[in-house]
């Protein structure tokens, strides 16, 4: 079955960057659109980021101007770049498909915001 490694993540400062990857052990293509969510503490998951096959990118609001989402189709990765970080994001990230049908998650990969 396909698995999902994410990496990447870390203590920062407000104002800091970090950039997260996703390791898929199959083709992206055979996933399909893909998106990166965030679980904050205490909240449901939510999606902050989605990239389609094609390279079209959707943000949640918050991230936007922000935070960017980007695929290496020939590595199976996805990479999220998030610069100018605000306490507010911070939580665990995962990977999975962006649609109603998810391959199983990954185990996260935790981004801590504070000073």
């Known amino acids: 079955q396909v698995q999902l490694v994410e990496s990447g993540g870390g203590l920062v400062q407000p104002g800091g960057s970090l950039k997260l990857s996703c390791a898929a052990s199959?083709?992206?293509?055979?996933?399909?659109?893909m998106g990166w969510y965030r679980q904050a503490p205490g909240k449901q998951r939510e999606l902050v980021a989605g990239?389609?096959?094609?390279?079209?990118?959707n943000y949640e609001d918050s991230v936007k101007g922000r935070f960017t989402i980007s695929g290496d189709y020939a590595k199976n990765t996805v990479y999220l770049q998030m610069n100018s970080l605000k306490p507010e994001d911070t939580g665990v990230y995962y990977c999975?498909?962006?649609?109603?049908?998810?391959?199983?998650w990954g185990q996260g990969t935790q981004v801590t915001v504070s000073s």
């Open positions: 999975n498909r962006n649609g109603a049908v998810k391959v199983p």
């Open positions: 199959t083709s992206i293509f055979n996933i399909g659109n």
């Open positions: 990239i389609t096959l094609g390279g079209n990118t």
